[in-house]
């Protein structure tokens, strides 16, 4: 993988990703994969639009069953890292929007 490519990938975990893809919702493009993540295309907006909205809407675990806790931590982290890509990225028109508020992180700041 050139360093262009690395620059324009998001890593992600892949338990929302297919939990995601499974409800036949459009997602990222999948570049590279391991045993548990996938480095996803981080330049196709409207795929990454709607990832996104999906991990903002599972993100928060409080009010689902404890079985989905797992889910809804992938959520979170997915929700994450594809925030912090986008802010890295200076997408203000996406990363300012109320909906997509990201709760820092208490060791890493983000």
């Not at 994450?80 to 200076?90: C, E, P, R, V, W």
Request: net charge negative.
């Amino acid at each position: 993988m050139t360093s262009l490519e690395k620059a324009n990938t998001i890593k992600i975990g892949k338990v929302f990703y297919d939990d995601h893809c499974e409800r036949d919702l459009i997602a990222p493009t999948i570049i590279h994969q391991t045993k548990t993540h996938y480095f996803i295309d981080g330049t196709d907006n409207e795929a990454l639009r709607e990832l996104l909205s999906d991990a903002d809407y599972y993100k928060e675990h409080s009010w689902f069953d404890t079985n989905l806790f797992g889910l809804c931590r992938s959520a979170a982290t997915t929700h994450a890292a594809i925030f912090k890509h986008l802010k890295s990225m200076d997408a203000e028109d996406v990363v300012n929007t109320p909906n997509l508020y990201v709760k820092k992180h208490p060791r890493r700041g983000y």
